[in-house]
């Protein structure tokens, strides 16, 4: 009696042992994931920023550039692109990461474009609107990327966490999916030339 009894224990022990481990490592990959979903909207959080940014500084200049019309259609329709694309959904889907980065970049491409636009304009450049609505764009580019970088290691820990053994077995069972990463825009590597 006593031998079955020690048995029993044993197997309960390894039941116990064998259920704290799952839920340790589920626990674990459920809190990493947080982790990303709430850096995820920190970045939703300063691009929309941008985006309610953009209509008044295209408004702006407008008042003084009224004759750049493609310059403002091309910066418009990328604001809407990229509104487009901003969505919780994004951080699991390599596509639609894909598709998000490439948006945002082309706003940024336009928002560009404008700027050279208002180099033409020396009065623009001294007008107190457009100077404040300057420098919080600057500022917000700026909180984008610091944003962008605690995406990047928040997924950094996560799909670490995700790939190791045996917490792999548990990501795999319950259906966790490794985040994408914010990689530097298409030309970054290279140096811009600047001429004389």
Same mark, same amino acid.
């Given at each position: ?8 224990? +044993? ?21 990493? %994931?947080?982790?990303? #979903?709430?850096?995820?909207?920190? +970045?939703? @959080? ?12 295209? $408004?702006?200049? #407008?008042?003084?550039?009224?004759? $750049? ?26 596509? #639609? ?29 001294? @007008? ?12 917000? %580019? @700026? ?15 996560? @799909? ?16 966790? #999916? ?19």
């Amino acid at each position: 009696m006593k031998k079955s009894l020690i048995v029993l224990l +044993v197997i309960v022990g390894v039941i116990l042992a064998i259920a704290s481990f799952l839920s340790g490592a589920y626990n674990g990959l459920v809190r990493a %994931e947080e982790q990303v #979903k709430q850096a995820w909207s920190q +970045v939703e @959080n300063v691009y929309q920023r941008r985006l309610d940014l953009i209509p008044n500084l295209v $408004e702006t200049v #407008k008042g003084y550039a009224a004759h $750049e019309k493609d310059t403002f259609i091309a910066v418009t329709q990328a604001r809407s692109q990229a509104a487009g694309s901003i969505s919780p959904d994004v951080i699991s889907d390599p596509q #639609k990461f894909a598709q998000f980065q490439a948006s945002q970049g082309a706003l940024s491409s336009a928002l560009s474009r404008l700027m050279v636009v208002v180099e033409k304009y020396p009065e623009l450049k001294a @007008n107190e609107n457009f100077l404040a609505l300057q420098s919080q764009l600057e500022g917000t %580019e @700026n909180r984008i990327s610091v944003e962008r970088g605690r995406f990047n290691e928040a997924a950094q820990i996560f @799909n670490t966490q995700l790939r190791q053994f045996p917490t792999n077995l548990i990501g795999g069972m319950f259906g966790f #999916k490794a985040k994408e990463y914010f990689k530097a825009d298409e030309g970054a590597a290279k140096a811009p030339t600047v001429k004389f």
